[in-house]
Structure formats: C-alpha cells, structure tokens
C-alpha cells in the first residue's frame, strides 16, 4: 500500500519560504495570489496503513511546527500521466 | 574536566568546539556511531549539518547511536551543551522544549550579536552575571525559536530561559527574543549563538569562553556562587 504525506508548516507559524514564493510570482506576472505555503511531501510503501501516524509523529514531522496529512493510494486507479491518484483514507 | 565534543557526519564547528573546551579541561572527539561516552565530564553537540540536515534539521541525528548515551547521561544530570545544530538536535530529541524554525527573514546570518544573561544560575552561566552583555557571533538559516505560548510561559516561570538577544539583536525572530534554554533539571544547555568562536580575542570576543568556564565551575564542584 503507497501512502503519501503532506507537511505543511502549522497555521499561524510565520513560513518565510511561502512568503518568498507569495512575493516571486507577481513578479512573473501572476496577479492575485495569495496564502502561499510551501511543505514536504513524503511518499512510502507500507503493509498496511496503521502505522504511518506514529511515523508522522515521532519522525516524518514534527507537531510542534508542523502539521500532517496521510493520504492512501486509491484503488488502482492511475491519475492523468500514469502516475496513483491518492485519496483521503476512509 | 574532560569533554566530549560529538561528530556527526556534517558537523563543521567540532574543531573549534574542542579548542574551546580546551581552554577550560581536556577534550576529546566522540564518534557518532559509538555508544562510549569515554568517560567525559561533559558533553558538547557542535553546530553543523549533522546527516545533511535531511528531513528537518537535527531529525536525522537524534537516532545516532551516541545520542542514546548521551539521553542517558543527561538523565543522570550529566552536562549537556548543544550549540546551533546541537541546539537543533537535542530539541528534536526532546531533552530540551521547542524547535527551531527558519530565520523570519529568509537568509543565512553571519553576525555578532549581543545576548543578555537572564539566568546566571545554570551550570553554563555561573561564571556570568544576570544582566551581563554576551557579544556572540550565529550563523544559521534555521535559528528562529519557537513553543508554544504556554510552553513559554512555563519555561519563564522555572528560569529555562537563559539568553535573551538583547534589545533590537534578535537576528531571527526568536519568540521572546530566545537565544538559549535550559531543560527544566538545568543540565541540558542549547544556544544558537556560537560560543566556541568566541573564546579569544583575535576573533573580536572572549566572551563565549564564559560559557565553558561556567561548566568547568560546575563540575569542579557544588561549590556555592
């Protein structure tokens, strides 16, 4: 089973990597965007999904600054380029 | 005194960390892949980039088979001084509150700054005095202190906050201007600035040699301050 996570810095933590991006693309352009994070995405092949919470909590992240979501491969359905579509685990 | 300076694969201010240390004792090199604390007196985790600062910094290091050691040893009050990366890596262990976070304002800093005492009751600090002035170089890119605000509250009130940058000093924009805790037994030490520069004069400042003089005070005994 694939799983893959997203980090995200906690809201309301000042993320200084996001604000450069939010700053970058007006400059490229693109008018009107705003609320930019920037995290870590973690993919990995598990037996089964009932660990990789204590893996986000004692490794993948750290919940002091961070915050994470577990998605798991859907069914065997391939996203647009061939590559796993992830849903939220039921 | 003898003192044990870690190297991790990454680490770059180990050298300088035992040119310090030497100044106040004997000192060694303790190897990350070694469980042997080698009988030291003290413990010092050096700045760097320990295993690439892979995943987030420190994350990687705390599972180096010395840092189980050196858990054990600072359970058994052993003195613990972590030093930017080292401050980093014993957070992540938990043998200190909060994490570090990158700088507000993006860059890598290089500068000296100024700390202030706030806690001369340590084993790292009882060589200052409260109030005292720390001219300290950092040089980090992930040195923004950060806990929760009841964390903080708590850690004000048992006296873990040890420095403080001093007023319009604060390079990174540490919570409450927080350049160095101490856990709640007083044993376990980390700072961002670099004390280890700053143990002579042809490098602008003699005053991180207070830090290494305070450990020796400590260990040579309980002799009261």
């Not at chain 2, 004792?25 to 700045?47: K, M, Q, S, T, Y």
């Not at chain 2, 840092?67 to 058994?76: H, I, L, P, T, Y």
């Not at chain 2, 540490?174 to 007083?186: K, L, Y």
């Amino acid at each position: 089973m694939r799983a893959r996570i997203l980090v995200r810095p906690k809201a309301g933590l000042l993320d200084p990597q996001g604000k450069a991006v939010e700053r970058a693309l007006p400059a490229l352009g693109f008018e009107g965007v705003g609320n930019v994070h920037v995290g870590r995405l973690i993919e990995l092949d598990v037996p089964d999904g009932s660990d990789v919470a204590a893996m986000c909590d004692k490794l993948l992240a750290n919940p002091l600054i961070e915050d994470y979501e577990i998605l798991y491969e859907a069914d065997g359905l391939p996203g647009p380029n061939g590559t796993p579509t992830f849903d939220r685990p039921a | 005194m003898r003192i044990g300076v870690v190297r991790f694969p990454g680490s770059c201010d180990e050298v300088d960390a035992l040119a310090a240390a030497r100044c106040v004792g004997e000192a060694r090199l303790l190897w990350h892949a070694d469980r042997d604390l080698h009988g030291v007196d003290a413990v010092v985790i050096p700045g760097g980039f320990s295993y690439g600062d892979y995943l987030r910094v420190g994350a990687i290091a705390r599972f180096a088979p010395v840092m189980e050691s050196v858990a054990a040893f600072s359970g058994r009050g052993g003195l613990v001084l972590g030093i930017c990366n080292g401050f980093q890596v014993l957070c992540e262990a938990g043998l200190l509150p909060g994490a570090l976070l990158p700088n507000s304002g993006r860059r890598f800093l290089c500068r000296q700054v100024d700390c202030v005492v706030t806690n001369a009751h340590t084993p790292f600090t009882r060589a200052c005095g409260e109030g005292d002035l720390l001219s300290i170089p950092v040089k980090h890119t992930t040195g923004r202190y950060h806990a929760p605000e009841v964390m903080l509250d708590e850690m004000e009130a048992h006296g873990q906050i040890v420095l403080r940058y001093a007023p319009g000093h604060n390079p990174n924009g540490s919570e409450r201007d927080i350049a160095a805790v101490v856990n709640r037994q007083g044993n376990v030490f980390g700072l961002m600035p670099h004390p280890e520069h700053a143990v002579d004069a042809l490098t602008g400042s003699r005053d991180g040699l207070r830090v290494f003089e305070s450990m020796r005070e400590a260990v040579a005994g309980p002799v009261a301050a």
